[in-house]
């Protein structure tokens, strides 16, 4: 009965691959670019909400007091027409000058993200393939020491000399991919900073000059609409009377 030869099982390698301080800091540096690459999707989805929610205010503001100016009651008092179109105009200077904010937001840093998260696919596939080098590499160190193991017959020492020449370019490729994230991980990472910088400065600017046009833009109405000077606290009473006089009415009378 003639036996079949099973070739030994490749485990684990005896010798250290990888330090434990290289495969810490390679783990430190890997685990602070996940972190950013999950930062820099929510912020770029936050900003997309914030601009189209701006966006959608801004446009319901201009419908709203284009509602208004369409009230039947603009053709029967003036004043109130007048009231009406300061408001209109208002609100149509403000959606423009929100359109001009959400378009800048946009270019400097909405379109920054999107384009700095584009690069962490890449990143995350060198890391795969270091990965896998560093598996081919343990695998193939495993297969040197089985053959170190055995007795030095002339077939073995062969197999060990196959061995180590098939192991040598798989080292040196792990070596490779290893030093070079090693060497560009930390550089991408606090390279954030200044690519980050000249967008979140845009952002600021575009609010004080949105801020800024609304502050004047509503300081003009406010002189337009109130000529009576009346505080708050007076229109709430001047509109409380003005509604006990509507409850007076028969028709909206309780029964």
């Known amino acids: 009965m003639s036996s079949k030869w099973i070739p030994f099982k490749i485990g684990q390698p005896k010798k250290q691959i990888v330090s434990k301080t290289v495969e810490r800091d390679f783990e430190r540096e890997y685990d602070k670019l996940q972190k950013l690459e999950d930062q820099t999707k929510k912020l770029h989805k936050d900003m997309k909400k914030s601009t189209e929610a701006d966006t959608a205010m801004s446009k319901a503001a201009v419908k709203i007091s284009g509602d208004l100016l369409s009230n039947p009651l603009c053709e029967q008092d003036q004043s109130f027409l007048e009231f009406m179109t300061a408001l209109d105009t208002a609100m149509k200077r403000m959606d423009s000058f929100n359109q001009e904010k959400v378009n800048q937001i946009q270019r400097t840093v909405i379109d920054p ?4 998260s584009s690069v962490f696919p890449s990143l995350n596939m060198a890391v795969k393939r270091r990965e896998q ?8 160190q ?3 020491e089985k053959y170190e193991e055995k007795e030095k017959t002339g077939p073995i020492m062969v197999k060990l000399h196959q061995a180590r020449e098939e192991l040598r370019p798989v080292r040196d490729d792990f070596d490779a991919k290893n ?9 991408f990472y606090h390279s954030r900073i200044d690519y980050f910088q000249p967008s979140f400065e845009a952002l600021i600017r575009a609010q004080v000059v949105y801020f800024t046009e609304m502050h004047k833009i509503f300081s003009d109405l406010t002189e337009q609409i109130d000529q009576a000077g009346l505080t708050d606290e007076q229109r709430e009473r001047e509109n409380e009377a003005k509604l006990s006089e509507l409850r007076a009415l028969s028709i909206v009378a309780d029964d």
């Open 113 to 116: 993200l999107k384009k700095y």
């Open 133 to 140: 080098a560093l598996q081919d590499y343990k695998r193939l």
């Open 179 to 187: 030093k070079q994230l090693l060497d560009e991980m930390p550089k």
């Open 142 to 144: 495993a297969k040197v």
